[in-house]
Each structure stands twice: as structure tokens, then as C-alpha cells.
């Protein structure tokens, strides 16, 4: 069995009474929250979103954040305090959705929402005070699937540029890779035989057929003509190789690609307010400075 040498401030982190803390936030001063919905795609549902603005007196730049959740659970509630740091500290404004879950919803559903909102935020950015020359994305779990399926959906359809694509321990794969099964069946937070379940019940099954890569990003053979991408990802995560995997495949075809492996560290680390969580935020709160000045339309 393998032995988890984590570092101390995140051993207890899964007690019931810390995990009801971590959906705890508080609005700070100079930024305003507002829940809305916005048109579903094709005439459907509305979409639930909740857009953090910081007050500013110039155009901020824009980031749609998708929440985890293994496709079947989680809303934006998930991510009050990743999306307020990236907010105020880039200082951007925030974009978080309720896509449709599974499997009442099974793919396309969940990134045909993420389009709609996608799209929506291009046009209504004047009225929020937005720059739609300035728009990233950032998922974790299953909504860095959602968003690495995304970039390729937008670049084989069109729509807004992503200038960044920031992927936070994504769900890449089907399932755990073979130098991953150490970690599979005792890993904090996911872990055990039915660790490809949630994807399954998003593709609705894989039925002996190859699922589509806007689905399962790493099954795809082009990876070119994508975003700048910054992905993270935890030692002791079993989806850890998906995402080193999905960061060679960007690097062949030339694709700027920022990876992190954070030591002795779990799925979802980063929810756990902790040093090592302000680290990686900065980072990536630096990646979005960046690419939004380099990618700017002339």
C-alpha cells in the first residue's frame, strides 16, 4: 500500500468540519456579486451564473470559471474563494456557471453551456464592463474537462479567443493511467474502481466506441491551433498522468504550456487555505497577467 507523506496542513482537511468551511467566503470590500441567468443554448434552459466584478473605472478583463464535481454534482458555490482570489488579484472579472449535470444531461449539454456562456460574455461585455479582446477560462475537476473540450470546440466552430486556458487537476482521460494505479484506490477525495464512472455517466457510456474529444480531450490527435494553457496538477492525484500527458501532446504541436506538479498534495488541494494553495493561485493569477498582455487583438 502506498504511503501518502502529505504535507501537514492539508492530513485533516477532509474532516467533516473543515469541508463545511470551505464553502464559507466573505465579499470583499471593492467587489461586487451578482447571480443571474443567462440564455441556454438552442432555446433551453436558462443557465445559472454568478459574475464577481471588481470595481473599476477601466475595462477588466474576463474569465469563465467552471465549477468540479464529476460531471454529476457541485455547482458555483464550489469555487467562491478561488474566483474571488483570481479576481481581485489579476483584477479580472469572473464569469462561474451551472452547467447541466449528469446523467440527467449527458453530453453535449454541460459544454453546450459552456459555450452559450462563453459566447454571452463576448457580447455583453460592454454592458459589464469587460474587455472581450481579454477572455480566459479556468476549470477544475471535471470543469477543466469542460474547458480543455471547450478550446477545441471554439476552435473548430469559432468564437471569442481564449487567451488563456487554465486547467486546475483535470479530468483529461477515462480513467486513471497505469503509473497513476498507486494511487487509485485509497487517494483522497476520488479514488477507488469507479474512479471513470463520473465520465461515463457525462458521455452517457462508452459502449466499445471512441467518445469525441470535446468529451475526452486526450483521446484527440490535433492539438494544434490551441490557447496558451496552464494546467495543474497533485502528486497524489490519480489523474496526474492525464494532465502530464495532455501537456506533452500541447507541447508537440507548439502550444504554450505551463505545467505544475505540487508535492505532496491530493485532488483538490487547493480548496484548503494554505500556503502552498496562495502559491499556486499566484501563479496562476500571473499566467492570466501575462497572456492577457500578449494576446491582445491588434
Same mark, same amino acid.
Request: proline letters at 7%.
Given at each position: 500500500?502506498?504511503?501518502?507523506? !502529505?504535507?501537514?496542513? $492539508?492530513?485533516?482537511?477532509?474532516?467533516?468540519?473543515?469541508?463545511?468551511? *470551505?464553502?464559507? !467566503?466573505?465579499?470583499?470590500?471593492?467587489? @461586487?456579486?451578482?447571480?443571474?441567468?443567462?440564455?441556454?443554448?438552442?432555446?433551453?434552459?436558462?443557465? @445559472?451564473?454568478?459574475? &464577481?466584478?471588481?470595481?473599476?473605472?477601466?475595462?477588466?478583463?474576463?474569465?469563465? %470559471?467552471?465549477?468540479?464535481?464529476?460531471? =454529476?454534482?457541485?455547482? $458555483?458555490?464550489?469555487?467562491? %474563494?478561488?474566483?474571488?482570489?483570481?479576481?481581485?488579484?489579476?483584477?479580472?472579472?469572473?464569469?462561474?456557471? %451551472?452547467?447541466?449535470?449528469?446523467?440527467?444531461?449527458?453530453?453535449?449539454?454541460?459544454? @453546450?453551456?459552456?459555450?452559450?456562456?462563453?459566447?454571452? #460574455?463576448? +457580447?455583453?461585455?460592454?454592458?459589464?464592463?469587460?474587455?472581450?479582446?481579454?477572455?480566459?477560462?479556468?476549470? =477544475?475537476?471535471?470543469?477543466?474537462?469542460?474547458?480543455?473540450?471547450?478550446?477545441?470546440?471554439?476552435?473548430?466552430?469559432?468564437?471569442?479567443?481564449?487567451?488563456? %486556458?487554465?486547467?486546475?487537476?483535470?479530468?483529461?482521460?477515462?480513467?486513471?493511467? *497505469?503509473?497513476?494505479?498507486?494511487?487509485? !484506490?485509497?487517494?483522497?477525495?476520488?479514488?477507488?474502481?469507479?474512479?471513470? @464512472?463520473?465520465?461515463?455517466?457525462?458521455?452517457?457510456?462508452?459502449?466499445?466506441? *471512441?467518445?469525441? &474529444?470535446?468529451?475526452?480531450?486526450?483521446?484527440?490527435?490535433?492539438?494544434?491551433? *490551441?490557447?496558451?494553457?496552464?494546467?495543474?496538477?497533485?502528486? &497524489?492525484?490519480?489523474?496526474?498522468? +492525464?494532465?502530464?500527458?495532455?501537456? +506533452?501532446?500541447?507541447?508537440?504541436?507548439?502550444?504554450?504550456? +505551463?505545467? &505544475?506538479? #505540487?508535492?505532496?498534495?491530493?485532488?483538490? !488541494?487547493?480548496?484548503?487555505?494554505?500556503?502552498?494553495?496562495?502559491?499556486?493561485?499566484?501563479?496562476?493569477?500571473?499566467?492570466?497577467?501575462?497572456?492577457?498582455?500578449?494576446?491582445?487583438?491588434?
Amino acid at each position: 500500500m502506498l504511503h501518502y507523506n !502529505f504535507d501537514p496542513i $492539508y492530513t485533516t482537511w477532509q474532516d467533516p468540519e473543515v469541508m463545511k468551511g *470551505l464553502h464559507k !467566503f466573505s465579499k470583499p470590500d471593492g467587489m @461586487e456579486i451578482i447571480d443571474k441567468v443567462v440564455p441556454g443554448p438552442n432555446g433551453g434552459q436558462d443557465i @445559472e451564473v454568478r459574475i &464577481y466584478k471588481p470595481e473599476s473605472k477601466d475595462k477588466l478583463p474576463m474569465i469563465m %470559471n467552471v465549477h468540479g464535481g464529476g460531471f =454529476t454534482t457541485g455547482s $458555483y458555490e464550489n469555487d467562491n %474563494n478561488r474566483v474571488i482570489y483570481l479576481a481581485m488579484h489579476i483584477p479580472a472579472i469572473v464569469v462561474s456557471l %451551472n452547467y447541466r449535470l449528469a446523467p440527467e444531461h449527458v453530453f453535449p449539454d454541460a459544454i @453546450e453551456d459552456c459555450y452559450a456562456v462563453w459566447n454571452w #460574455m463576448y +457580447e455583453v461585455a460592454d454592458k459589464i464592463g469587460g474587455d472581450k479582446n481579454k477572455m480566459g477560462l479556468f476549470g =477544475t475537476s471535471a470543469g477543466g474537462n469542460l474547458c480543455a473540450g471547450l478550446a477545441f470546440y471554439v476552435r473548430d466552430h469559432g468564437g471569442p479567443k481564449i487567451s488563456l %486556458n487554465a486547467l486546475n487537476v483535470p479530468a483529461l482521460g477515462i480513467g486513471p493511467s *497505469l503509473s497513476g494505479e498507486q494511487m487509485r !484506490f485509497d487517494a483522497p477525495v476520488i479514488s477507488g474502481q469507479g474512479l471513470a @464512472e463520473g465520465i461515463r455517466r457525462y458521455i452517457g457510456g462508452l459502449n466499445g466506441m *471512441l467518445p469525441s &474529444y470535446y468529451a475526452v480531450p486526450n483521446v484527440a490527435l490535433d492539438f494544434s491551433d *490551441l490557447p496558451a494553457t496552464l494546467i495543474v496538477t497533485a502528486e &497524489y492525484d490519480p489523474l496526474r498522468d +492525464e494532465s502530464i500527458a495532455y501537456a +506533452e501532446k500541447l507541447m508537440k504541436d507548439a502550444i504554450p504550456i +505551463e505545467l &505544475y506538479l #505540487m508535492p505532496r498534495v491530493g485532488h483538490g !488541494f487547493d480548496a484548503v487555505q494554505a500556503p502552498m494553495t496562495d502559491w499556486i493561485h499566484d501563479g496562476v493569477v500571473r499566467a492570466f497577467k501575462r497572456e492577457f498582455s500578449a494576446n491582445v487583438e491588434k
